[in-house]
């Protein structure tokens, strides 16, 4: 018995004995070039550890608890495949390591949504020859302390038509982009989960630091307190069946003969445990985000924000408190390029009563902020691209190449293209007219497709909004005026969610939304996940003088206050 007890412990003695790298780290990896690089790991306490890669030959002593690291110092660029070695009483071997730039990809679905669900999904996987293009994916977990390490399958390569259509598509093209630009190896990380919100991305620390975060996380608590989960399942299951059933009957009716279609709901989601909730403050940063540092990456790319919109005058401070807690946890002021949310219906009719209320032009705003107000950040715009009905618009080859304009231009200094569209750079009333000048118009402001210039509203003192007549002058400014707004103080732009607005600059991008205003959005103080809903006084209607010989055009109506 006590030879067996000494062999049991002489094993387990073994196996912690062991060098360990996290699951980061594996074939196939791209490394960070011109930057320090970090490899870390754990082994016994103690223990001697050397890293070899290159030339480079670093060592360090495991820590009480087992952990240690090595920084190498900066990589120059390869394409050529090489081994990266890690001994201690055991030795690991990492084989095809290059060394590039390495992006991180995160955010909620449609940084999720993967090649195989974009146009021409199948015709790009099998085009897809890259070997100097990488991907890993980080598994879905949730947890409620940080973490040291990740679940996935490891690294691949932009070679097999079967892992490529896995990849997250917005990243891939964007990869692929600058695969071709600076023909240089790219890797990307891609941690996402559909459906989540900005605050369970962002550290528990960095959310209560900020007054107008902080609610967030008691809004949590405070619902938890008296949560039922088995109540809440119920609940949900009962409300699932009655959805099901009136599904099922829609289906049937619309299958009549000579029937008219009616729409069919969406499914009823499947219930979750709010204690165990992916959306609770923090829990992705600490099972998703947390465990990839100190890896060297050159920045992010970000396609979020749909979960937030009820909430989006809070995002305009919980964005940028996201982004300072990322670089901080890494001591990185890295690179951070957004996508701003996609045209989508939303069930709303269109065109809109003008100058309704929309909560996602207000989160498509505070993204704007975010890219403008944010060191070493941009705006990728796609209020062109979206599907009416679709909040999944698959024209992701086109969301990727916007991103990469942002980082060609700002990260890799590519002079002869510019970054993105026009956006908004300041406005004056002159007479009956609004005065817009534009910054990043490239060759010259421009209409896209045939007709007028759209998607404009202004309005006077009452705050009462009317579509507005636009022309573009000198290729630089838009002039915007309304016959029925004598003195405009406040003009605005693609401010719907399902929007027909057409500036752009001569270089095809699209300009962002934007308001000259600084009157209260419909969102404002709405800060707590569990509040209810915002209801919006209807506006009061507005007596307006009747003007004799003064030709008036009409306009769409105002909608009955």
Request: with cysteine.
């Amino acid at each position: 018995m006590k030879r067996i007890v000494l062999l049991l412990t002489a094993l387990a003695s073994t196996a912690h004995a062991e060098v360990k790298l996290p699951a980061l780290f594996s074939d196939h990896l791209v490394l960070q070039r011109d930057k320090p690089v970090a490899i870390w790991g754990t082994a016994d306490a103690g223990e001697e550890v050397t890293v070899k890669f290159a030339d480079q030959s670093k060592k360090a002593t495991a820590s009480k608890d087992g952990a240690w690291k090595v920084t190498l110092d900066p990589l120059k660029t390869s394409s050529t495949p090489a081994e990266l070695t890690v001994k201690g009483k055991n030795e690991i071997k990492l084989a095809d390591i290059l060394v590039g730039e390495v992006w991180i990809c995160s955010g909620q679905s449609n940084m999720e949504l993967p090649v195989s669900r974009v146009n021409n999904a199948q015709a790009e996987a099998d085009a897809a020859k890259f070997p100097n293009i990488r991907h890993i994916a980080v598994k879905k977990a949730v947890a409620d302390e940080p973490q040291k390490d990740i679940t996935t399958d490891g690294w691949k390569t932009a070679t097999n038509p079967t892992d490529v259509l896995t990849f997250t598509a917005a990243g891939y093209f964007f990869a692929r982009e600058l695969n071709e630009k600076l023909n240089v190896p790219i890797g990307l990380i891609h941690t996402s989960w559909g459906g989540t919100r900005a605050e369970a991305w962002t550290s528990k620390p960095a959310l209560a630091a900020v007054p107008s975060c902080k609610p967030i996380i008691m809004g949590w608590e405070e619902h938890l307190k008296t949560y039922d989960a088995a109540k809440d399942k119920a609940n949900h299951d009962a409300s699932a069946a009655k959805l099901n059933e009136q599904i099922e009957k829609i289906k049937a009716e619309n299958a009549q003969p000579g029937a008219q279609a009616k729409p069919v709901p969406q499914a009823p989601r499947a219930w979750e445990n709010a204690t165990k909730s992916q959306h609770r403050p923090a829990v992705l940063f600490n099972a998703m985000i947390s465990p990839l540092v100190p890896y060297s990456v050159r920045g992010a790319i970000w396609y979020q924000g749909e979960a937030n919109a009820a909430r989006a005058v809070q995002y305009q401070t919980l964005l940028p408190t996201m982004i300072k807690d990322w670089r901080k946890q890494w001591g990185d002021q890295f690179s951070f390029y957004i996508v701003q949310l996609a045209g989508f219906g939303h069930g709303k009719v269109h065109p809109a009563e003008v100058g309704a209320d929309d909560d996602w032009a207000e989160l498509q705003w505070a993204e704007l902020q975010t890219a403008i107000k944010t060191p070493k950040s941009g705006l990728a715009v796609a209020n062109d691209i979206g599907e009416e009905k679709d909040i999944h618009p698959k024209n992701k080859q086109e969301v990727g190449r916007r991103l990469a304009l942002q980082a060609l231009v700002k990260d890799y200094g590519k002079k002869d293209i510019i970054s993105g569209g026009p956006i908004y750079g300041g406005g004056e009333t002159m007479g009956n007219k609004y005065v817009i000048s534009f910054s990043n118009i490239g060759g010259g402001l421009r209409i896209r497709g045939e007709g007028e210039l759209k998607g404009f509203i202004i309005a006077g003192e009452d705050k009462v909004w009317k579509t507005a007549k636009a022309k573009i002058m000198g290729g630089k400014q838009v002039h915007v005026w309304s016959d029925e707004v004598a003195k405009p103080t406040a003009c605005r732009y693609a401010w719907e969610s399902w929007t027909d607005a057409n500036l752009m600059n001569k270089e095809g991008l699209p300009a962002s939304l934007f308001r000259t205003d600084k009157w209260d959005l419909s969102t404002k103080g709405v800060e707590d996940p569990f509040a209810p809903a915002k209801v919006v006084a209807p506006k009061p209607a507005v007596k307006e003088e009747i003007k004799p010989a003064v030709k008036v055009e009409e306009a769409p109506k105002k909608k009955a206050a």
